[in-house]
């Protein structure tokens, strides 16, 4: 009877970071939910199929839903994930707390300041997709709630920093523990990085949307916007690393072959993910093209750790699929344990991220840019990045985390799994398709073809690939239900099960250990590479920040919606 009478103080005794971590999690995926339940809507938009005008009476038109779209699943879940592993990761390997006032405080900020920016966004005042350049100019509660969201990350930054602080004066001399140097770099990543977003919100979007500000000026706004707009997708994809790495070795059942490399690949990501951002303005007017090269060759810089990642997380794999007995050149392959939803999400996640990272390169190659600057290849690249890998490798790890964290059993694995392969196959069919509507008949994103007859008729050509887009839309569709049904059918249920309570989190063992290594003792030196770090944007952005702020040319801005 242990089953029915362990309590719900039970599952968060001793333990009340779990009860943070689920909210936020959870609070992510109600986000990921409602922000997802456009995906296929846009998709068959770009089969040509309008089911817009049956949404008036709530929506009322194609860009305040992917407004939703963008903000829900690419800021708030996300951000929301980020924060609730890479604070949860390192408190548990490390065996402190985090700060537990801090930690609820971040998560009402994360929860008002959402509740405060969906006011807007549900009332069509703030379609201003979820880049929101000026002019385009939306309800100030739209950029208050959406600051409110991003400070809350501060909290995470501090309550990771204090703890890691905590740990090293209680262990004098030794090496950070893997995850929590993923986390405090990640986190120390993402200081950096924000500022530019900060900047552009405190500063102009808010007392502009106020009316205390009469213009903005859209070049620097958007220069603001891309010094973090960049990393930001570091900051989406390196939970899903950290996972890769501590964790997904060891339920495949071998071990990390390298953690000195793991630490590398999170230092490199440090050092190279902000000053980059021009590879988003090759188009603009106003940006010197040698400054746009500079930044090319940097973007290029920060391929490398995604490429040691590769090579790191295959490696690890093979180990695992030899333990089980796989033989031979490709055996390993097949002896890993495809029947475990968390393992079958990333696998397919990564498979994914091939092509994706492909994309990626050719993106960043200047002038290679201006074949498929806005146009769909674009949406096509990043949902194999964050909306393949990154929201796989999250749904992935819920399978066990959520179980983890509540005490309740998964359900419906079957189903599980099934949400996988579906949303593995529509991702590549939809990605697919948009690539090449993007690419050979430069069909733009942010769309509205289906309404259109005249783009209708000026893309008639990309027909066959529009098909490919409503199959994927439909194939997604239901994949998003299989996937909510079981997270919410485990996390609902009322059965908890104590072995599921104690467990722990399946934390990886290394094969190459840091102690000893003079890479891990090179890259211990955090605060010695942020200087660097600080150092390269500086010398990125600063010559030509300083040059907009000093030649600003506000204009006012304009509702056309
Ligand atoms: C059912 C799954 C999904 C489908 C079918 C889907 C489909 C689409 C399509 C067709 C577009 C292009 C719209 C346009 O340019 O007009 C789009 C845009 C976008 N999607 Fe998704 N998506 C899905 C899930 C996701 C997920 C999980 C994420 C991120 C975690 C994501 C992030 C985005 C972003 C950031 C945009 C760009 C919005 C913009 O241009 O303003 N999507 N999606
Ligand atoms: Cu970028």
Do not use: C
Not at 117 to 122: S, Y
Not at 287 to 305: C, D, N, Q
Not at 310 to 315: G, V
Not at 454 to 465: D, H, K, L, N, P
């Amino acid at each position: 009877m242990a089953v029915r009478t362990l309590s719900q103080m039970d599952a968060y005794a001793g333990a009340p970071e779990k009860k943070y971590t689920l909210y936020m999690l959870m609070l992510g995926f109600i986000a990921l939910m409602v922000g997802t339940l456009f995906g296929p809507l846009q998709s068959f938009n770009y089969g040509g199929l309008d089911l817009y005008p049956f949404l008036k009476p709530v929506f009322q038109n194609y860009y305040q839903g992917l407004t939703l779209h963008g903000v829900l699943n690419a800021i708030i879940f996300t951000q929301l994930f980020g924060q609730a592993i890479m604070v949860y990761l390192p408190a548990r390997e490390l065996g402190l707390r985090p700060n537990m006032t801090l930690a609820w405080v971040s998560f009402w900020m994360a929860l008002i300041g959402l509740l405060i920016a969906a006011l807007p966004l549900l009332a069509n005042a703030a379609s201003v997709l979820y880049t929101f350049y000026p002019p385009l100019k939306a309800h100030w509660a739209f950029y208050l709630g959406a600051a409110l969201f991003v400070l809350s990350s501060y909290v995470s930054i501090y309550l990771a920093l204090e703890m890691w602080a905590r740990w090293r004066k209680a262990h004098p001399g030794q090496i950070t523990p893997l995850v929590t140097y993923m986390s405090v770099t990640y986190w120390l990543m993402w200081l950096l990085a924000s500022l530019g977003l900060v900047v552009e919100v405190a500063l102009f979007l808010i007392p502009w949307s106020l009316g205390l500000l009469d213009g903005v000026d859209p070049l620097l706004m958007r220069t603001l916007f891309w010094y973090t707009g960049h990393p930001i997708v570091y900051f989406w994809l390196l939970p899903a690393y950290a996972l890769a790495y501590t964790t997904l070795p060891r339920l495949a059942g071998g071990k990390l072959i390298s953690d000195p490399l793991a630490r590398l690949v999170f230092l490199l990501f440090l050092l190279f993910s902000v000053p980059v951002g021009f590879h988003h303005q090759f188009a603009d007017p106003g940006i010197a093209p040698y400054w746009k090269f500079i930044h090319t060759i940097l973007t290029m810089m920060v391929a490398v750790p995604s490429l040691i990642t590769a090579f790191t997380i295959a490696a690890s794999l093979e180990n695992a699929g030899r333990n089980n007995g796989g033989k031979g050149l490709l055996g390993w392959i097949a002896a890993l344990p495809w029947n475990n939803p968390t393992v079958l999400a990333f696998l397919l996640g990564f498979l994914a991220f091939i092509p994706g990272g492909a994309g990626g390169i050719v993106n960043a190659s200047f002038n290679l840019n201006q074949n498929i600057h806005n146009t769909v290849w674009i949406p096509g690249h990043f949902h194999l990045q964050v909306g393949t890998l990154v929201t796989m490798a999250a749904m992935g790890t819920a399978f066990w985390l959520v179980p983890h964290l509540t005490g309740k059993p998964l359900v419906a694995r079957g189903m599980a799994l099934a949400s996988q392969w579906l949303w593995f196959i529509g991702m590549f069919i939809m990605t697919f398709a948009l690539h090449w509507m993007g690419f050979l008949y430069a069909v733009p994103r942010r769309s509205h073809i289906a309404g259109s007859p005249i783009a209708m008729e000026a893309y008639r050509e990309s027909a066959a690939w529009m098909v490919l887009n409503i199959v994927a839309g439909v194939i997604l569709l239901i994949a998003a239900i299989l996937f909510f049904y079981v997270l919410y059918a485990t996390a609902l249920q009322s059965r908890r099960e104590p072995s599921q309570v104690m467990a722990e989190v399946p934390f990886t063992e290394v094969l190459s250990k840091a102690e000893g290594s003079s890479l891990a003792q090179l890259t211990e030196r955090v605060w010695f590479w942020f200087g660097i770090a600080l150092l390269l944007v500086v010398l990125a952005y600063g010559p030509v920040l300083f040059q907009m702020f000093t030649h600003m040319n506000p204009v006012p801005g304009v509702r056309l919606w």
